[in-house]
């Protein structure tokens, strides 16, 4: 996961520096751009967690319930 926290820290850096240079030189395609780094690093945060949110919740709920399996 390191990597993956690696990763992330520098999407997200471009997407602020994407950011910055839309707002500096009035650029919308450097919008789209920090869009893009954004949706990237939300990806590899997908993929870092592995189960997504709503296994979790159906996960618990089993547990809590104790009917695993159905």
């Not at 919308?28 to 939300?42: C, N, S, T, V, W």
């Not at 949110?53 to 547990?63: F, S, T």
Request: cysteine-free; glycine content about 6%; overall charge negative.
């Amino acid at each position: 996961m390191a990597a993956n926290k690696e990763e992330i820290a520098e999407l997200l850096q471009q997407a602020r520096m994407q950011a910055g240079k839309a707002a500096d030189q009035d650029q919308p395609a450097y919008y789209r751009d920090a869009f893009e780094a954004l949706a990237q690093a939300i990806e590899k945060l997908a993929e870092a967690a592995g189960e997504s949110h709503h296994d979790k919740v159906v996960r618990a709920v089993e547990e809590f319930q104790g009917d695993e399996g159905i």
